[in-house]
């Protein structure tokens, strides 16, 4: 599955908000030597995403199968 900016931005979050912080997801394409501009531009797969055993890249999949069991992208 292709994790898009959209997922990023509606994963519920910690604090009751939606969507991850734009610089710290940055920080953490950077870390992980993930392209962040092929991400906004075209996803990402999740298959790097889940490699990196991150806990928010992994909740991250996770929102986004979910948005898909619903029906949504």
Request: glycine share 6%; net charge negative.
């Amino acid at each position: 599955m292709i994790i898009t900016i959209q997922h990023l931005h509606s994963v519920p979050t910690w604090n009751g908000r939606q969507g991850f912080c734009h610089r710290a997801s940055r920080e953490f394409f950077q870390r992980h030597n993930l392209n962040w501009f092929e991400f906004l531009n075209h996803g990402i797969d999740e298959r790097l995403l889940v490699a990196t055993g991150d806990d928010r890249a992994l909740t991250l999949v996770q929102h986004a199968h979910a948005e898909a069991e619903n029906g949504q992208q």
